[in-house]
């Protein structure tokens, strides 16, 4: 079975930045991964995708700001933030599946992904 877990959240001021981390146990072989996040009152969105065939999709709203990297020695995958706005306070996910097809970007549906983490929050203050 696998399992992700998350770290890496926390407060900062606007213009900080934040690394977050998905460790994963278990087969994740073949596995697309994902970055999502959700503020209150507002639905879940895709932040940034990393396909099984290596492809990177990031939302526009994050583009230039956030990146996405995978270690695979450590099965650990991750999100740089940087010059984090309040906007981007959310609860943030990760995600990971295997994916018919094997081709995702930021606006694949949640439903897709079978495993998810605990969520870890990012609140960025003005």
């Known amino acids: 079975q696998v399992q992700l877990v998350e770290s890496g959240g926390g407060s900062v001021q606007t213009g900080g930045s934040l690394r977050l981390s998905c460790a994963a146990s278990?087969?994740?072989?073949?596995?697309?991964w994902g970055w999502f996040r959700q503020a209150p009152g507002k639905e879940r969105e895709g932040v940034a995708t990393l396909d099984s065939g290596g492809t990177i999709t990031y939302a526009d709203s994050v583009k230039g700001r956030f990146t996405v990297t995978k270690d695979n020695a450590k099965n650990t995958l991750y999100l740089q933030m940087s010059n984090l706005k309040p906007g981007d306070t959310a609860m943030y996910y990760c995600?990971?599946?295997?994916?018919?097809?094997?081709?995702?970007?930021?606006?694949?549906?949640?439903?897709?992904?079978?495993?998810w983490g605990q969520g870890t929050q990012v609140t960025v203050s003005s």
């Open positions: 278990g087969d994740t072989n073949n596995f697309s």
């Open positions: 995600a990971a599946g295997w994916i018919t097809g094997g081709r995702i970007w930021v606006g694949t549906r949640t439903e897709a992904f079978r495993y």
